[in-house]
Nanobody
Framework: QVQLVESGGGLVQAGGSLRLACAGS?????????MGWFRQAPGKERESVAT????????NYADFVKGRFTISRDNAKNTVYLQMNSLKPEDTAVYYC???????????WGQGTQVTVSS
């Protein structure tokens, strides 16, 4: 198992930047997990934002964040990051990180961090 704690959310103006971090801890080595960032806006379903494999050599992004967001990880620090640039009001949501030991199945979730982008 892994426990995940997100940080770095907040209020930012449109066009601004934020960097989210997700720290992992637990009995299973963090590097075994593929990691992802997801988000859920009020009244909407949760959606995938970006994912990264265990080594950081493969990433995937939702079309709506391509070119603006970057996912990365530092396994020595047990942390995955989401750098968010050129933020838009529609990026407002609770952002969650999640870990997966089985392809595409994200079983372990953090508590979420609120990101609010004002126009």
């Amino acid at each position: 198992q892994v426990q995940l704690v997100e940080s770095g959310g907040g209020l930012v103006q449109a066009g601004g930047s934020l960097r989210l971090a997700c720290a992992g801890s637990g009995r299973t080595s963090f590097e075994y997990y593929a990691m992802g960032w997801f988000r859920q806006a009020p009244g909407k379903e949760r959606e995938s934002v970006a994912t990264i494999n265990w080594s950081g050599t493969s990433t995937n992004y939702a079309d709506f964040v391509k070119g603006r967001f970057t996912i990365s990880r530092d396994n020595a620090k047990n942390t995955v990051y989401l750098q968010m640039n050129s933020l838009k009001p529609e990026d407002t949501a609770v952002y969650y990180c999640a870990g997966s030991l089985a392809y595409g199945v994200y079983k372990y979730w953090g508590q979420g961090t609120q990101v609010t982008v004002s126009s």
